[in-house]
C-alpha cells in the first residue's frame, strides 16, 4: 500500500508560479506511474500531467509549456512546476499512482493523496 501526502499549494496572482510535491510512503516500489489531478468546485477532476518511472512524460493541453512535471525516485517525491498560473488553474490539486501513463496523467490508478488547494487571482 502506498500513501501519498501533497504540499506546495496557496495562493497567487496571475501569472505566478508555485511547487506542488508530493511525497509517497508506504510500497514504493510500486510506483511506475505518478501523476497530478485537479478538481474544481463543480466539475470534474481531470487529469494535468503524468510522468512513468521508467521514462515519459505527459501533459494536458491546458498546461503544456506551463507546468513540468518532474520525480525524484531516490526520495520518493513528485513535483509539478506551475508557472504562467491563470484563475482557470484554480482547484484541488491531488497526487496519485497508477501503472500506466496516459495523457494528461496516469492510468490504473491505486492510490491517491488528500490533495491541496492552488487559488490564483486576476
Known amino acids: 500500500q502506498v500513501q501519498l501526502a501533497e504540499s506546495g499549494g496557496g495562493s497567487v496572482q496571475t501569472g505566478g508560479s508555485l511547487r506542488l510535491s508530493c511525497v509517497a510512503s508506504?510500497?514504493?516500489?510500486?510506483?511506475?506511474?505518478m501523476g497530478w489531478f485537479r478538481q474544481a468546485p463543480g466539475k470534474e477532476r481531470e487529469g494535468v500531467a503524468g510522468i512513468h518511472k521508467f521514462g515519459g512524460t505527459s501533459y494536458a493541453e491546458s498546461v503544456k509549456g506551463r507546468f513540468t512535471i518532474s520525480r525524484d525516485n531516490a526520495k520518493n517525491t513528485l513535483y509539478l512546476q506551475m508557472n504562467s498560473l491563470k484563475p482557470e488553474d484554480s482547484a484541488k490539486y491531488y497526487c496519485?499512482?497508477?501503472?500506466?501513463?496516459?495523457?494528461?496523467?496516469?492510468?490504473?490508478?491505486?492510490?491517491w493523496g488528500q490533495g491541496t488547494l492552488v487559488t490564483v487571482s486576476s
Open positions: 508506504g510500497y514504493t516500489a510500486s510506483l511506475y506511474c
Open positions: 496519485a499512482a497508477g501503472l500506466r501513463l496516459t495523457a494528461g496523467g496516469c492510468g490504473a490508478l491505486n492510490a
